[in-house]
């Protein structure tokens, strides 16, 4: 990490460091609100030339502290394993949903989640490079709760039908088996009366080295 003006990392009490973290969460959904009006504006084009010249010094404020990478995988102060800077779950990131994923009793995983215009593909639709990303995470995220966890070796997609936007939506998986370092998994992403939109299996591998909670 980069630190300017004399700033240094124990400046940062614990307690600071989690409102700090609601404030990056809070700064990650209001970009993402700010994507969604991004491909939805309609506004005329002087105004879309000011609001870009707005930006522009935001972005300039945001860049004067910067980190060499996102925030990594760490353990939240309930203990519970988060990953701010994650494209799929990260609440600091616009990029994510951010996807929220449970894990039931029987190690199984579900998140419920809805899809924003940005994410559009075929038109109307959403792309089916961000279905199979979302998948990819939550097979992932099966195989850790599963005590397998890895990096995707394999992932195979099915579109059975297009994925609208702005819709509630369930995603799950499951753990199907395991030989050594493979782990072979399922899910899909569902309608709310469980009509199967996209279905996915996957094999992740546990690279030599890692442990079985994951990278060490
Ligand atoms: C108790 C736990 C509590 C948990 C709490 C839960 C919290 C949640 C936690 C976390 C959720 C996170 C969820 C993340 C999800 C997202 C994941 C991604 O997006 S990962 C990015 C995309 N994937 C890559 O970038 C991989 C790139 N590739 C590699 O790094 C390597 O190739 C790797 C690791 C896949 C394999 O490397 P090697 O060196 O370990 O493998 P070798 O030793 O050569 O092979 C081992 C066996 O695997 C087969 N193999 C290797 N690669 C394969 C492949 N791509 N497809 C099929 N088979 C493959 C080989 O044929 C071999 O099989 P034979 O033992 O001979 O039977």
Redesign the pocket.
Known sequence: MFYYGGMTPDLASAGNAEARQAALATLGGQTRELIDAVVLTDVPEDEITAVTAELAALTGRLRTLQRTAPQS?EAGPDGV?R?PGNA?IGSANPHALPLI?E?TPERTVRAELAFRPSHEGPPGWVHGGVSAMIL??L???A???A?S??????LSVRYRRPVPYGEPLLATAEHTRSE???TWVEGRIALPDGTVLVEATG??????GWG???PE
């Open positions: 995988f394993p990953h799929v994923v894990s990819d995470h097979l992932g995220h195989a850790a709760v005590g966890p890895g990096m995707t070796g394999t050594g370092r493979k094999l992740f591998i546990t690279p030599s079985r909670s994951g």
